[in-house]
């Protein structure tokens, strides 16, 4: 299997990969699940554990949070084959990490690893006579993705009802000018007994310097907010103080929560209904989705604020007006093939303009489907020839096209 499971934020992805995980230990094989941040991993872990260990699989999970001793035991675990299924972030590609028996890999929210780490962990199942399953879950699958899943190098199965009890979100695009008028909303809205996120700005990919805007912006909205609790969350905090500060905020101490991206995937506050993206012309729409998809979980109506600065660039403008309109995640991947290609088919590149001379992945998709069904043929009748073709137009590549 080679699958991308697309479905909305809290619909039953979890579920799916608890269920294909349950099965490979059923056949006496590994299962490794890898998310993107401690939080989700967490997340994850627990859920997993609650439904799982009570049916005698135990359960092992690794983050770089972890101390020496219990990082080095959960290791041996795995490495022994003693424990089955094991759920962490990109700790479990690491070389000290093995898995003897691997027969399934899933990578949670893909959009958020690069290709040859996502390669790390089905490599690691090399030593098996056969590749594992590899099992894909986003909301927003990333344009590289869509673009192989048009060429079949990935089925597709999409979870496509709205969850239950899940409201709308309203998307409103404001600029940085009006500042105020939103500080003013989340007053408001918290005055009301709602909860907020605000969200710092990406400044170029430094985390060093998305850490000082965050820290600047908590400082100024606690003095801009007073008699609000606001609370602060960032990817270099101690796991410990992560998971207290997302506690607080879970049980209604905090109001406000700042935050980087680190809440992007695997936080769930149904009372939370207000979300402010500041700088949002900086995120990429694969961010925007999700970050909107923290608010609307529970029964209040809830609003998405897009503070944007002036000028926009044409490419800016182009991915706000895409957020701004669409809400389902396949619709807004599409929106960004087109915007910004699907990146190198037999490559590490996640988007960018193809290699493909003269060909269009939406206008001819009638060739590609062409193509899919005489693959097999072609493989099945005249495997000599298959394998001249694919020396010829992957050159030894092949295994990029898998990730």
């Known amino acids: 299997m080679q ?15 608890a269920l294909a995980m349950l099965a490979a230990a059923g ?26 260990e009570p049916l005698g699989v135990p359960l092992a999970w690794l983050t770089g ?57 089905r490599d690691k199942g090399g030593a ?19 673009a192989m899943s048009y060429g079949a ?18 998307t409103k695009l404001v600029s940085a000018a009006r500042r105020d008028q939103v500080i003013a909303r989340v007053r408001e809205a918290c005055a009301a007994g709602a909860q907020a996120y605000w969200v ?27 008699g609000l609790a606001v609370g602060l969350v ?25 935050a980087t991206t680190v809440i992007e995937v695997g936080v769930d506050v149904p009372n939370a209904s207000l979300m402010v993206i500041e700088h949002a012309e900086r995120f990429g729409l694969a961010q925007l989705h999700q ?22 660039s044409d490419a800016a403008r182009a991915r706000l007006r895409v957020i701004f309109e669409h809400a389902d995640g396949f619709e807004i991947a599409r929106q960004d093939l087109r915007l910004r290609g699907p990146g190198e088919f037999l490559g590490a590149r996640q988007s960018g303009a193809p290699l493909l001379r003269f060909a269009d992945l939406e206008r001819d998709i009638d060739l590609l489907e062409a193509a899919r069904d005489v693959a097999p043929e072609m493989l099945r009748e005249h495997p000599q020839r298959a394998a001249a073709h694919i020396d010829r137009w992957l050159g030894g590549r092949a295994a990029l096209a898998q990730a």
Request: charge should be neutral; charged fraction near 20%; hydrophobic fraction near 45%.
């Open 291 to 312: 970050l909107r998809g923290r608010v609307g979980r529970g029964w209040r109506e809830s609003v998405c604020i897009l503070l944007y600065q002036h000028p926009l």
């Open 153 to 170: 190098d990935l089925d597709v199965s999409v979870l496509d009802e709205l969850p239950p009890g899940r409201t709308p979100v309203l």
């Open 3 to 17: 699958r991308l499971l697309q479905g909305d934020v809290g619909s039953g992805k979890t579920v799916i990969a």
């Open 200 to 226: 710092c700005p990406l400044i170029e990919e430094s985390e060093a310097l998305q850490l000082k805007t965050a820290v600047e912006s908590h400082e100024r909205l606690r003095a801009e907010l007073p």
């Open 234 to 258: 960032h990817g270099r905090m101690a796991a410990a103080d992560k998971a207290q500060v997302m506690a607080d905020f879970a049980t209604g101490r905090i109001h406000l929560l700042v």
């Open 128 to 146: 098996a006579a056969q590749l594992p399953h590899q099992l894909a879950m986003s909301a927003t699958p990333i344009p590289r993705t869509l």
């Open 65 to 121: 949070g972890l101390g020496r001793a219990a990082r080095a035991a959960m290791i041996e675990s795995v490495a022994s084959g003693r424990v089955l299924l094991a759920v962490g972030t990109h700790a479990l590609i690491e070389e000290a990490v093995d898995f003897p028996r691997l027969g399934l890999v899933i990578v949670d929210e893909q959009h958020r690893f690069g290709v040859r780490q996502r390669l790390a962990l």
């Open 27 to 52: 056949s006496g094989r590994q299962a490794a699940l890898m998310a993107p941040t401690e939080i989700l991993a967490e997340q994850h872990a627990r859920k997993l554990a609650a439904w799982l």
